[in-house]
């Protein structure tokens, strides 16, 4: 089986469902190791492994600040991983940037942005 994006995705979504979100974001870093280029899923999946839960703020945007490191565009879902991790992490003044700079990204804010928004201030 050759490695490609779609298994790098699949197999890291497999080890944040299993717990191991710490190797899911290695595999996602390893990516290039392989000679296989992340997309817009790829990121994804390793900000949502690095979202789920509050000390995880860091990792997370890491993730999601590599994006166009690799030449892809932002996309709405993983602003909103982000600014619901950060606000889970009591940093709204953090979520609240984020959120900030999705129209200078030419992302329109959905009913989720807003929510995560929202929670941030609680």
Known sequence: LKPNAILHTVVTNACDEGG???LALILFRGMETCLVAPDGLS???AGAAACGGEDRWVHALNAFSLVSDFGLLPNR???NAAIHTCGNARLWQVSASVFADMPTL???PDCTSYGSLCSAYE
Do not use: D, H, P
């Open 77 to 79: 879902a993983g602003r």
């Open 106 to 108: 030419e992302l329109v």
């Open 43 to 45: 990121f994804n999946s």
């Open 20 to 22: 191991c979100w710490q």
